[in-house]
């Protein structure tokens, strides 16, 4: 049995996994799904971090450590400024960054998105497939693959919104984590494009990312395919993918 933690994105919380929760918990395993203080500006990421690690901690201050595998930490988009510092505080067995953004050292959230090339990836990609272009469409961007049930019930909840906060001061690791580390794309994904994030993957890690069908949000609308391939990783069945080497 092994510990999953996930965490959410930005403008999120906990609620963002209710699907995936159920079905690592059939196979046996403990799932903590912290709360980030997103709307709160007196929060950055290092009190994401504390947010996280106090949750790990006070899981395994509750459970019996007997027959537990190791903590597999979970990355959702914005979560991937957060999860690489919660690797510095607890030992982290797997880090798996889902649709994330991968920071490099120095560099703020705010930055990220230029300084990657995402605007424009995002940009072009809206363009070929006449999406709109000069504003934010939360259906197209986000939920053109989610369940319309889903939908509804993500639309009725109140969002605990997003502080800049978090988007303003450097991010404080001089390199990544010495944690193995994977990364799963969403070939489908519009605000993270495909090839964009390929890029990213391979220049900022060294690594080739894996691929699932789907957009942005994947635990809400691939949650057992999501849970599936958590546990592959986990269980070292997925095939190891080489560094990707120059660029």
């Given at each position: 049995?092994a510990?999953?933690?996930?965490i ?15 079905e690592?918990?059939?196979?046996g395993h403990?799932v903590?799904?912290p709360?980030?203080p ?7 990421f290092?009190e ?12 395994a ?6 027959g537990?595998?190791?903590?597999v930490l ?5 979560a991937?400024?957060t ?14 960054m ?26 072009e ?5 006449g ?20 939908v ?37 994904d ?7 994030l ?7 890690l ?6 699932m ?8 609308a ?10 592959a990783y ?6 190891p ?7």
């Open positions: 049995m510990t999953y933690v996930l959410h994105g930005a403008a999120s919380d906990s609620w963002y996994w209710h699907l995936v929760v159920p690592l918990r059939a196979r403990d903590v799904t709360d980030l997103c709307g709160d500006d007196s929060a950055g290092p994401y971090a504390d947010t996280v690690t106090e949750a790990i901690r006070a899981h201050g509750r459970a019996d450590s007997a537990h595998g190791g903590l979970v990355a959702q988009s914005l991937g400024f999860a690489p510092l919660v690797c510095e505080r607890v030992p982290v067995d797997l880090l798996v889902v649709a994330a953004m991968v920071p490099a050292p120095g560099e703020s959230a705010g930055e990220w998105w230029n300084n990657t090339g995402q605007t424009r990836a995002q940009r990609l809206n363009e070929r497939e999406l709109p272009v000069d504003r934010f469409d939360e259906m197209a961007t986000f939920l053109h693959d989610v369940p319309p049930a889903v509804e019930e993500l639309l009725s909840r109140k969002s605990p919104g997003q502080s800049g906060t978090p988007f303003e001061a450097p991010w404080p690791l001089a390199a990544w984590p010495a944690v193995p580390t994977r990364f799963l794309l969403c070939r489908d519009r605000f993270f494009p495909a090839p964009f390929r890029r990213v993957v391979r220049d900022r060294g690594i080739v990312p894996d691929e069908d789907g957009g942005h949000l994947p635990a809400l691939r949650p057992k395919e999501l849970a599936e391939r958590l546990e986990r269980t070292g069945h997925a095939a993918r080489p560094p990707a080497g120059g660029s």
